[in-house]
């Protein structure tokens, strides 16, 4: 747990900008990516200088900015009624970010925009891995270390591709499970057999929007038998799977970034994912540092020269970090 706070809350301090506007705001720079769990506020000292009301932008590399919506409202955060009283609101959930931006939208008629400002959160582990739109990861797995009552996926994805497949996993008779991204939206799609999956059909579901928007968006999959449940960025459908298709009838493995089956015929083939994969975690397991450790249940597909392809087992291949500054792929937020 962590507190920052740029302003003393007692003696002189405070931010208070030449001109009052709405054109006006507080920047901070917090060194590294954190989990931002709470922000408080005061007027400026010993003033007549306080904000009624803030709207709060966070980014990752201070050049792409996106609004945190309190309360799924964009009127943004109740401010100060006073200089001196501490306005804390908790934030639900929490972001991960380095930078915030307070930008205040009201305050004292009486006086101008004056802040001081306190920061709370905890460090964030992040684990990331960089898919070029050409590889592909396969975790397999020991088919009696599966949930007994239910499958969970969750991951965060960050790109500036509209289209990319995130994750695959098949079962008996060729049916099986694909996530990818559709001209900026999330489709889930279920097919069996070899019917050709449809996001418009009884099969598919559809969550989100301009989801390529260089942004991390999280992604929570859980699947007990044939009930589905599909959340990205805190907004969940939860649907029945056509047919008989229950976790317990599909494959002891899954693809990340691509369709990865050695051995097997691909019957549908999918854009793979260009752009950053986070935290991958699958029933518990951490699916990055599996490839990190060079574990055999993970398979690798890479390219090793241009027009050449290749496997490997563990991450010997594959660009992973457990944190990142910079992406080749992405321009603008990272």
């Known amino acids: 747990m962590f507190l920052l706070s740029p302003f003393p809350r007692q ?8 001109v009052s506007n709405r054109d006006q705001w507080l920047q901070i720079d917090l060194g590294d990516r954190v989990a931002i769990t709470a922000v408080a506020t005061q007027g400026g000292y010993g003033s007549s200088d306080w904000v009624t009301s803030y709207v709060l932008m966070f980014s990752d590399s201070g ?7 309190h309360e799924e409202s964009i009127a943004g955060f109740p401010g100060n009624a006073n200089a001196d009283s501490v306005v804390r609101h908790r934030l639900r959930p929490p972001m991960e970010a380095r930078h915030l931006r307070f ?3 009201a305050w004292n008629r009486d006086g101008r925009i004056g802040m001081r400002v306190e920061v709370y959160g905890c460090p964030f582990r992040s684990e990331v891995i960089d898919f070029d739109g050409k590889s592909s990861v396969l975790y397999r797995f020991v088919q009696s270390t599966r949930s007994p009552v239910k499958d969970t996926i969750s991951l965060k ?3 500036t591709q509209s289209d990319g497949l995130l994750f695959h996993r098949r079962g008996r008779s060729g049916d099986c499970i694909t996530l990818e991204l559709v001209k900026g939206r999330l489709l889930l799609f279920f097919n069996s057999g070899n019917a050709a999956p449809s996001p418009s059909g009884p099969d598919g579901v559809a969550l989100g929007s301009l989801l390529d928007d260089q942004h991390w968006h999280s992604v929570l999959f859980e699947h007990a038998r044939q ?12 649907f029945q799977a056509q047919g008989q298709l229950s976790h317990m009838d599909l494959d002891p493995e899954i693809s990340f970034g691509g369709i990865l ?3 097997k015929s691909v019957t ?4 793979h994912f260009d752009g950053c994969l986070e935290n991958i975690n699958f029933n518990g397991e951490d699916i990055i540092d599996l490839a990190k450790r060079h574990r055999p249940q993970i398979l690798i597909r890479v390219r090793v020269c241009p027009g050449t392809e290749g496997l490997a087992t563990g991450g010997l291949a594959l660009t992973v970090c457990p944190r990142r500054d ?3 792929h992405l321009e603008g937020e990272k």
Do not use: C, E, I, M
């Open 268 to 271: 549908f083939q999918r854009k």
């Open 11 to 18: 003696g002189a301090g405070g931010w208070t900008p030449r």
């Open 157 to 159: 994805f960050k790109t």
């Open 326 to 328: 910079s992406d080749p």
């Open 103 to 105: 930008l205040p939208s």
């Open 227 to 238: 009930l589905v449940t599909l959340t990205v960025d805190r907004h969940s459908r939860q």
């Open 63 to 69: 050049r792409n900015w996106k609004l945190y919506r």
């Open 261 to 263: 089956a050695p051995g």
